[in-house]
């Protein structure tokens, strides 16, 4: 089955292939009535979704295999996870949401990732924690074009500024000022990128003046729809729809 799966797989334009996964991601979509996904999304079949009526996902993104995504407080007509045009969201990712999970466009989220906006209340340990309701106010926001690297933490509260790119491993408990190079547990700023000579920095060498370059992301994200309008995502990384690369 796999060797003949391969062979009418090479005997398909790169068109009619993307065709095909986009329909195989999305056949359940359908039948789901998802109405809040965008054109060209590739939602895999394993995605699991609690609250699909609090879900937006824009257009051209990539949502990966055994994904799960939570809803806590699920009601009509709120809107609690924004996933933006052009995000690639790797596999086996958790998000669960309190008040907003908010994803800007040109996101790419590796594979293991945790965005952690709602947790369980304790305000006593003569409860079970299971029993005693869940964080519905907190908001998590990751800006435009942000990397975050494999097996990353996001906690409740917290914004991560556009351009940013978060080390492999790293748990975020603050905020992250735009274009900072970030790493650890719990996280620190490495490198910002200086607006004026155009590089990266180390933090300690980031210049005093310098923020006042640093373009709005509305700005910033006009720069990237210039020089990338849509981009073409690798689907195959996050499904096993298709089977193997030779």
């Not at 590739?42 to 699991?48: C, G, K, Q, R, T």
């Not at 609250?51 to 699920?74: A, H, L, P, Y």
């Not at 310098?210 to 995502?233: G, W």
């Not at 195959?236 to 729809?241: E, F, L, Q, R």
């Amino acid at each position: 089955m796999k060797n003949i799966k391969s062979f009418i797989v090479s005997k398909l334009s790169d068109s009619q292939i993307d065709r095909l996964k986009w329909l195989g991601g999305n056949f359940k979509a359908y039948f789901a009535k998802r109405r809040n996904v965008g054109k060209n999304t590739y939602i895999e079949p394993s995605v699991h979704v609690l609250g699909w009526g609090n879900v937006k996902i824009g257009e051209n993104s990539v949502i990966g295999q055994d994904t799960t995504i939570v809803i806590n407080k699920r009601e009509p007509g709120k809107v609690s996870v924004i996933i933006g045009d052009n995000c690639f969201i790797g596999r086996r990712n958790f998000l669960t949401a309190g008040g907003l999970i908010k994803i800007g466009d040109y996101a790419m989220i590796s594979n293991d990732c945790r965005i952690l906006g709602s947790g369980h209340l304790f305000d006593t340990p003569f409860m079970p924690y299971i029993a005693t309701g869940t964080t519905c106010d907190d908001v998590i926001e990751l800006g435009a074009n942000c990397w975050l690297g494999a097996n990353t933490t996001l906690l409740k509260g917290v914004k991560v500024g556009y351009g940013s790119i978060i080390g492999a491993g790293s748990v975020v408990n603050c905020d992250i000022p735009p274009c900072s190079v970030v790493v650890g547990n719990p996280s620190r700023i490495v490198k910002r990128f200086d607006m004026q000579s155009q590089t990266w920095v180390k933090a300690k060498d980031y210049p005093e003046d310098s923020d006042k370059y640093i373009p709005s992301e509305a700005e910033y994200l006009e720069i990237l729809k210039k020089k990338c309008p849509t981009t073409r995502m690798p689907i195959i990384a996050v499904s096993k729809t298709l089977g193997d690369l030779e």
